[in-house]
């Protein structure tokens, strides 16, 4: 890492609110796509669907196959019957979840909230430090079926717009529940754009890593160091990593799709010395002064000025040339953050 202390601030840019994408672009693979080259800083412009253009046989997809929960609720407290919304978190096991609740004065210890017209009874078991809760749930059924009925996806607060189709906020190949965002670089991706993928050779691996809020969070800190990453579990399976493995050995180059993978596949390296299969917690911090070994090259969105998803991109391309493309994103009226336009830095 760098020892000149890096300030959060160099990571700002001026973005005009109206190009904060607020509704999917259909289909998921029309949207625009700026091409960085990191060594040269030069910026190219396509559209997602030409993806498959850039890459080769020898090279690998590795994508997060994290599935949102709906994970928004709307109740009303037992007794009194004012409204609460909570969003859950964290399963922390025995139907126990680590929840935001607001308004947060409704939910001390103790207090009952119904959800769903009784579907789900949540009860406050105890106030954290920081503010959240955990609550433990009763219910018949299946938890995650009847938290599909009544549950609504847990969408940036920068998106105002209401989403009428709850799997637009889905990646086509997600598949392990678990996360409290979208992995968003995945969602240009169509089930027809991955196969033409595989029919031109390009080998797909995957791997999980449940998204929390504090990739929302946004950082304080003066300068980045000080700035604490929220943990996230991840999962690396024995084929994801062979097949990096295989890609690094034939001298291909292993792209990832999204922050999210990218974070996953760098964790494995850091704490395993090798790819192998791995799962645990990660709050790895990249930011510029990084070395990468194992991520080539990274199809992402563009990100919120001065936060940690700016800063992990610079690590990948440099800070001047990542501003410098994202002030003719802006300058091109490219569309910004989860249903916003895609960037493919090689």
């Given at each position: 890492?760098?020892?000149?202390?890096?300030?959060?601030?160099?990571?700002?840019?001026?973005?005009?609110?109206?190009?904060?994408?607020?509704?999917?672009?259909?289909?998921?693979?029309?949207?625009?796509?700026?091409?960085?080259?990191?060594?040269?800083?030069?910026?190219?412009?396509?559209?997602?669907?030409?993806?498959?253009?850039?890459?080769?046989?020898?090279?690998?997809?590795?994508?997060?196959?994290?599935?949102?929960?709906?994970?928004?609720?709307?109740?009303?407290?037992?007794?009194?019957?004012?409204?609460?919304?909570?969003?859950?978190?964290?399963?922390?096991?025995?139907?126990?979840?680590?929840?935001?609740?607001?308004?947060?004065?409704?939910?001390?210890?103790?207090?009952?909230?119904?959800?769903?017209?009784?579907?789900?009874?949540?009860?406050?078991?105890?106030?954290?430090?920081?503010?959240?809760?955990?609550?433990?749930?009763?219910?018949?059924?299946?938890?995650?079926?009847?938290?599909?009925?009544?549950?609504?996806?847990?969408?940036?607060?920068?998106?105002?717009?209401?989403?009428?189709?709850?799997?637009?906020?889905?990646?086509?190949?997600?598949?392990?529940?678990?996360?409290?965002?979208?992995?968003?670089?995945?969602?240009?991706?169509?089930?027809?754009?991955?196969?033409?993928?595989?029919?031109?050779?390009?080998?797909?691996?995957?791997?999980?890593?449940?998204?929390?809020?504090?990739?929302?969070?946004?950082?304080?800190?003066?300068?980045?160091?000080?700035?604490?990453?929220?943990?996230?579990?991840?999962?690396?399976?024995?084929?994801?990593?062979?097949?990096?493995?295989?890609t690094k050995q034939r001298g291909g180059r292993v792209i990832a799709v999204g922050t999210t993978s990218?974070?996953?596949?760098?964790?494995?390296?850091?704490?395993?010395?090798?790819?192998?299969?791995?799962?645990?917690?990660?709050?790895?911090?990249?930011?510029?002064?990084?070395?990468?070994?194992?991520?080539?090259?990274?199809?992402?969105?563009?990100?919120?000025?001065?936060?940690?998803?700016?800063?992990?991109?610079?690590?990948?391309?440099?800070?001047?040339?990542?501003?410098?493309?994202?002030?003719?994103?802006?300058?091109?009226?490219?569309?910004?953050?989860?249903?916003?336009?895609?960037?493919?830095?090689?």
């Open positions: 890492m760098e020892t000149t202390p890096i300030k959060t601030s160099d990571f700002f840019f001026d973005l005009p609110q109206e190009l904060i994408a607020q509704t999917p672009i259909e289909p998921r693979d029309a949207s625009r796509l700026m091409i960085l080259d990191k060594r040269t800083g030069e910026v190219e412009h396509r559209h997602f669907y030409e993806i498959a253009e850039l890459l080769g046989p020898k090279d690998c997809l590795i994508l997060n196959d994290s599935r949102v929960l709906p994970a928004r609720i709307y109740g009303v407290k037992e007794g009194t019957g004012a409204h609460v919304e909570f969003l859950l978190l964290e399963n922390k096991g025995n139907d126990t979840w680590e929840v935001l609740c607001k308004p947060g004065k409704r939910a001390k210890e103790g207090s009952r909230f119904i959800f769903g017209d009784g579907l789900f009874t949540g009860e406050v078991v105890r106030v954290k430090e920081d503010g959240g809760r955990l609550v433990r749930f009763t219910y018949e059924g299946v938890f995650f079926t009847l938290l599909d009925k009544i549950g609504q996806m847990p969408l940036p607060p920068y998106i105002k717009e209401r989403l009428e189709n709850k799997e637009r906020y889905q990646t086509v190949y997600s598949k392990e529940v678990g996360s409290a965002a979208a992995p968003t670089a995945g969602l240009h991706f169509t089930p027809e754009l991955l196969q033409r993928l595989r029919n031109k050779g390009i080998e797909l691996g995957y791997v999980t890593l449940h998204v929390g809020l504090g990739t929302f969070r946004p950082v304080s800190a003066e300068f980045i160091t000080g700035h604490k990453m929220h943990a996230e579990h991840y999962y690396m399976p024995a084929a994801a990593a062979e097949l990096i493995n295989r990218c974070r996953t596949i760098e964790s494995v390296a850091q704490r395993e010395g090798c790819f192998k299969e791995s799962s645990g917690w990660t709050d790895i911090f990249i930011y510029p002064g990084y070395e990468f070994r194992g991520v080539d090259a990274l199809i992402t969105n563009f990100h919120l000025p001065e936060s940690t998803l700016i800063m992990l991109v610079s690590a990948l391309a440099g800070r001047e040339k990542v501003l410098r493309a994202y002030k003719e994103a802006v300058e091109e009226r490219y569309r910004f953050f989860s249903f916003g336009d895609a960037m493919y830095i090689g």
